[in-house]
């Protein structure tokens, strides 16, 4: 059992089955008047959904570790419809340092929201890592906050089965130079199949976006402010579509750039 901290008193589990898992805290909902309803991604069990009880207290130590964006290890008694926190040891305490900046906060929901809704039925641990991944480097300041999300963004549908076609026509499966960009289709198209009114990608957009995919970092930070705006609006309609529900934090999302940490 883990050296971690009571996560107050759930009452008689004498006879509930408990497990172990690393856990991102995606959101939190309050309950009661002392406890919280907390969503969770898990390394081994996909999204788990867990009372946190006695964690509003005052006398609560440990109620910043249950905050979104935290990675934890957790342990938790097995319920019926919720699982009840037993344990909690902090694992990466990002929240902080995401908190402080309105435009990683902005980004880290549009993440943790995008993960909360890709993972309600088909879980993969690579799912995980990627969020992971992302969170860690936004609060590291590692990349501008804007090329951290589009590039989450674009690999996390890719992990549903959503890349976007960038070489050859959605279509038709035809190689060419195609500039069409048509989110309904799933990415670039020929001119032939191209719906009216389809925007057509600037140089550099489709260099861009492939490099957001592959995490090539030196090529997408020497793209250019109206490049990234285009790969950026494209990528919002692509999400939106693909997840076929409303990314809410999408619309506060803050687009100022960001100086990385060098």
Known sequence: MPHGLI???????????TYRDDVIVLRTHLLGESDKIVTLLGRQRGKIRAVAKGVRKTTSRFGARLEPFNQVDAMFYEGKSLDIIQ???????????????????????V????????????Y??????????????????????????????????????????LELCAVT???????????????VVSDEVAPPGSPRLR??????????????????????????????????AYT???LERHVKS???LDRTPTRAVS
């Open 111 to 122: 993440m943790v929201e995008t993960a909360d809704k890709l993972t309600d039925h088909d």
């Open 87 to 109: 344990q909690v040891e902090s694992l990466g305490a990002h929240s902080e340092a995401i908190g402080k900046d309105y435009g990683k906060y902005t980004t880290a929901m």
């Open 124 to 165: 993969q641990p690579a799912h995980y890592m990627l969020l992971l991944g992302g969170l860690r480097a936004l609060a590291a300041g590692e990349h501008e906050s804007s090329l951290i999300v589009d590039s989450y963004l674009l690999r996390a549908l890719a992990l549903a089965g959503w890349s976007p076609s």
């Open 240 to 242: 939106q579509y693909h």
């Open 173 to 187: 499966g035809d190689a060419g130079d195609h500039s069409a960009f048509a989110v309904s289709l799933g990415g």
């Open 7 to 17: 996560a107050g008193e759930p009452g008689d589990t004498r006879t509930m089955p």
């Open 203 to 236: 140089e550099g957009s489709k260099a861009l976006l492939q490099a957001l995919i592959e995490g090539d970092w030196p090529v997408a930070e020497a793209s250019d402010a109206m490049t990234r705006s285009q790969v950026s609006g494209l990528i919002a």
């Open 250 to 252: 999408l619309a506060h």
